[in-house]
């Protein structure tokens, strides 16, 4: 019998097989199936690296956690996680076959980078996850620069946003007013844990792009949460309809885009790019 859970990112399954022969090397077992691929997946070239405070995760797991609250205890801040419990095994024949025919989507997900194990008597609770690596406040400057590069590419082509159709147009302009906007509603939403465009102190887009003494005629803004590259932002953007309607809109010209990060916050990145046009 088996049993999978899917909440959010993460993906938690467990399943009973019957016992073989041999101990296994877990971590070896999963990185030979990693370099060889499995079923119709492809090698990944990055073996899972073994992670202490995923071995703790993992016995947590083994002791009833479910595995968010797991990798939250043990100290790991983890962007995007997965757990195996594999029961009655006893060798390495069995946890390959298993992983290999079973969960080889997860074992080869080469956005798991890092992996624990615990092992009690003939059970294994195996952890792979992501870590959260956010950019450094001095990389702001060079990871907002490449959003606005990608976000004008994106413009430059015609494009459907759900039902509505853009055509191609022109690219959108950095304003430091409008970056000033933009930061001070990252950090807000970054201090106080929240995705949404009604700021903490009850101010709205236009209101912010005001303070920053940016005399606008129409202003809009997207805010996203848990992405950690400029690319992972603006494709979000991107397969929203709203947010890409605002992106494409041929009335905004001037922009400002950066993030904030708190990694004691649940999504522990924030970002929000203004669009705004001049009076």
């Not at 933009?182 to 201090?191: E, I, P, S, V, Y």
């Amino acid at each position: 019998m088996n049993r999978m859970l899917i909440i959010g990112g993460a993906i938690v399954v467990t399943l009973a097989v019957a016992p073989t022969r041999g101990v296994a090397d877990v971590i070896d077992v999963a990185n030979a199936i990693r370099a060889q691929g499995c079923g119709k997946l492809s090698a990944v070239g990055r073996p899972l690296l073994a992670q202490s405070r995923l071995d703790d995760a993992a016995r947590r797991m083994a002791s009833g956690d479910e595995l968010e609250m797991a990798t939250s205890g043990s100290g790991y801040r983890a962007k995007q996680s997965a757990s195996i419990h594999i029961r009655n095994t006893k060798g390495d024949d069995g946890i390959t076959r298993v992983l290999a025919q079973r969960f080889c989507e997860i074992v080869t997900d080469a956005n798991l980078r890092e992996i624990g194990v615990y092992r009690r008597g003939e059970d294994v609770w195996i952890v792979l996850a992501a870590p959260f690596s956010p950019p450094g406040p001095h990389d702001a400057s060079t990871v907002s620069h490449r959003v606005l590069e990608l976000i004008n590419e994106a413009r430059l082509q015609p494009r459907s946003c759900g039902r509505k159709k853009f055509a191609a147009t022109t690219p959108l302009k950095q304003v430091a007013a409008l970056e000033s906007a933009a930061l001070a509603h990252a950090q807000d939403m970054a201090a106080h844990g929240y995705l949404g465009h009604k700021g903490s102190d009850g101010s709205m887009p236009g209101d912010r792009a005001t303070r920053a003494n940016y005399t606008w005629s129409s202003v809009a803004e997207n805010v996203a949460a848990g992405q950690t590259t400029a690319e992972e932002v603006v494709n979000t953007w991107l397969a929203s309809p709203g947010h890409c309607a605002n992106l494409m809109n041929p009335r905004y010209s001037d922009t400002g885009v950066t993030y904030a990060v708190n990694p004691a916050s649940q999504k522990g990145m924030y970002w929000v790019q203004v669009f705004a046009a001049q009076k």
